[in-house]
């Protein structure tokens, strides 16, 4: 009888550690999105947010006999959906991987076919969601939802992506005043070259004044800083380098904007994009937490030594509103950055 890998325990083994594993990518995302101040939103089927815009300019002199029936409408709405695309995540695995193999987890003991135990059960059913949610992370602003292709970056529509379709559609544009142009940033080339802080300045300054009222969150990843930075010491003519916080500073009172705070985050990749934007304007859609077992444990082949192991959840992104009163972006684009796992 040959030494097969034991489905049923492995089984037993992902209920019992379910509440743990469910935790997890809660736990990891978690602290991606406080730091990005993205929502987390748990959602069944869709949910669709709707924004109701004032007209603005009403008030009018009055005089006998003036023609009446100008202003027919009064409001208009912005619709943004969050609806959860199915994604999954498979791992098979051979308990003959670990024959004549010291594990870790088992503290160096040989491998015991007879017990027909995987021996590392926890690790790896651990292992396979914390990979499952640093592709989630990986794939937040940069993902596009292609079913045609097998990818952490095709599994669902990520914010970036999510801003070109509405550039695109003509919701982000000059004319709207939620876009901006800035070009590239680059450090300094000589000792007068004060250009990349002038931008980021120019584009914060830029904003509508009801944005930059109160806190108001600017996300960057690290060159447009770090060039604003080199480019505010050439400025400063200061013998010591300037803290990110002191250029900050500096940056709030010249673009008037008290309440600015600077997001930054790996997740947002390398580039020069910019967004400009009031608190939870973002939110990160997942299907519904109730599913009873999070990880799947199977055995669907032929060959008994061979174990699959299952994750399957649902994810979506939304922007909240694109008006220019909450949101402003730039004509740059990032590319993302996979520090996700050790290996493809």
């Known amino acids: 009888m040959p030494n097969v890998v034991n489905v049923d325990g492995l089984t037993r083994a992902s209920r ?7 935790e997890l990518p809660y736990f990891m995302l978690n602290q991606t999105c406080k730091n990005l101040r993205i929502n987390i939103i748990a959602v069944k089927g869709e949910d669709i947010l709707i924004s109701k815009r004032r007209k603005a300019g009403l008030l009018r002199p009055y005089k006998p006999g003036l023609t009446l029936g100008n202003n ?17 995540a498979e791992v098979n695995d051979n308990i003959l991987n670990y024959k004549e193999k010291k594990i870790i987890s088992n503290q160096g003991e040989m491998i015991d076919n007879k017990s027909k135990k995987h021996p590392l059960e926890l690790m790896i059913l651990t292992d396979v969601v914390k990979s499952v949610s640093e592709d989630v992370i990986f794939a937040l602003f940069f993902a596009e939802r292609d079913d045609d292709v097998a ?12 801003i070109d379709l509405l550039t695109v559609a003509g919701e982000i544009s000059e004319e709207n005043g939620n876009l901006k142009t800035t070009g590239e940033f680059k450090l300094p080339v000589h000792g007068a070259d004060y250009t990349s802080y ?26 447009p800083i770090n060039c604003a930075r080199m480019a505010y010491w050439k400025m400063t003519k200061s013998y010591q380098y300037p803290s990110t916080e002191e250029m900050l500073t500096k940056l709030r009172s010249d673009a008037n904007a008290p309440g600015l705070k600077l997001v930054t985050d790996i997740a947002l990749g390398t580039g020069d994009r910019l967004l400009l934007q009031k608190p939870g304007l973002l939110d990160l859609g997942v299907n519904n937490e109730s599913d009873k077992d999070y990880v799947q444990v199977r055995n669907p082949y032929k060959d008994p030594n061979e174990v699959q192991f299952w994750v399957q959840a649902s994810y979506d992104t939304r922007i909240n509103d694109v008006h220019e009163k909450l949101f402003q972006t730039n004509e740059q ?7 996700a796992g050790d290996y493809v």
Not at 16 to 22: G, P, S, T
Not at 72 to 88: G, R
Not at 333 to 339: A, F, G, L, M, R
């Open 16 to 22: 019992v550690y379910n509440n743990v594993l469910r």
């Open 72 to 88: 027919p409408e009064l409001m208009k709405f912005y619709e943004a959906k969050l609806k959860p695309e199915e994604t999954y």
């Open 333 to 339: 684009t990032n590319t993302s950055v996979n520090y």
């Open 151 to 162: 990818s952490p970056s095709t599994a669902f529509t990520g914010f970036f992506s999510k």
């Open 198 to 223: 002038k931008k980021l300045v120019e584009f914060v300054k830029s904003a509508h004044p009801l944005l930059k009222q109160g806190e108001v969150l600017l996300y960057a990843a690290e060159n």
